[in-house]
């Protein structure tokens, strides 16, 4: 399977930091339109095909907005 992924340079920094053992949280801002559910969607993903079987769960405070930017 061949996966198309292009992350933007914070995207790349949010990958890195997930995976640094010395990282305890992870904050990721920016205005509207900044693909940070993007980039949250896309690293649950690889997470998922790393570890078979991880259960995640993607949350907002109101499911309409939820639906607007992830799916």
Avoid: H
Wanted: hydrophobic fraction near 40%.
């Amino acid at each position: 399977m061949t996966i198309d992924f292009n992350p933007t340079q914070k995207q790349w920094l949010m990958f890195e930091a997930f995976d640094n053992t010395n990282t305890t949280e992870l904050l990721f801002g920016g205005s509207v339109g900044s693909a940070k559910s993007y980039g949250l969607c896309s690293l649950i993903a690889v997470k998922c095909l790393q570890y078979p079987g991880v259960r995640v769960l993607l949350g907002r405070k109101v499911l309409k907005d939820l639906k607007k930017t992830v799916l």
